[in-house]
């Protein structure tokens, strides 16, 4: 399977409108990929927070419409990063997993919001729910930039069947040595593979690191950028996750339990 995560440049002097159709060109440059991933809140900025309310959007909102549109065009499954979603009085975090026709598969609303440098906290309502879905191009499981930092959550995402982990991100500097150990930790230990997309550029004066990475079930990176715009590209044979679970213990011989 072909993999494209596609680690944007987020710019101040874009308007929502602008992002959206980069994106969309952006998509187009990674036609060939069976799987595209896209940043978080990649169509305002993570940053924006006074934004945040201005700019929510419910799942049939024009970001995710335009993204799902152009997924039908490519055939593509792609990980349409986060929005901030309006639901029912509330904003969530929230991540949007589209099908190759364009159709929503499933969202996951991010569980652990950030408060070191970050307003999430007073502006957003954490998700509950631990999503890992069942598709023709292996088991999926997502989760949103701080949550790398908990690995409870992906062990009981491996437990509800994960094969492959997407994170979308938008992750700063200057935590880089922390990025890339858990972005490999987090599949090392649960035997997956995992994709992360996160942002590049400025935003309100903070400095995306980038470093978008595809790591294999052994906790290897495969594919991984620096810290300016790019397409990170690598195939992956998901049939791989159970012939190393197979072959290597850790998981069989876990003593305590999530």
């Known amino acids: 399977m072909k993999v494209a995560s596609l680690q944007l440049n987020i710019s101040d002097d874009m308007t929502k409108q602008d992002r959206i159709q980069y994106t969309l060109n952006q998509m187009e440059q990674a036609s060939d990929a069976d799987l595209i991933l896209l940043p978080e809140v990649w169509n305002i900025g993570y940053f924006s927070f006074n934004q945040y309310g201005e700019q929510s959007e419910t799942l049939n909102g024009p970001s995710i419409s335009a993204v799902a549109e152009k997924a039908d065009e490519l055939n593509s499954y792609v990980f349409a990063g986060s929005i901030v979603e309006r639901l029912e009085g509330e904003l969530y975090n929230t991540s949007v997993m589209l099908d190759n026709d364009g159709e929503i598969l499933d969202t996951y609303r991010k569980i652990h919001l950030f408060g070191y440098g970050s307003a999430e906290t007073e502006i957003l309502t954490p998700g509950e729910e631990i999503v890992v879905i069942e598709t023709e191009i292996g088991n999926l499981g997502f989760s949103t930039c701080y949550d790398l930092r908990f690995p409870e959550l992906f062990r ?97 011989d876990r003593v305590l339990e999530v």
């Open 156 to 252: 009981k995402m491996m437990k509800k069947g994960a094969e492959i982990f997407l994170v979308t991100s938008g992750w700063p500097f200057p935590r880089l040595t922390n990025w890339t150990a858990l972005n490999q930790a987090r599949a090392a230990e649960n035997i997956c593979y995992l994709v992360s997309c996160n942002c590049a550029g400025e935003n309100q004066g903070t400095q995306f690191l980038g470093h978008s990475m595809i790591v294999d079930p052994w906790g290897t990176p495969i594919a991984s950028s620096d810290h300016q715009e790019r397409i990170v590209r690598a195939e992956i044979d998901v049939s791989k996750v159970k012939e190393i679970r197979q072959e290597f213990p850790p998981l069989k």
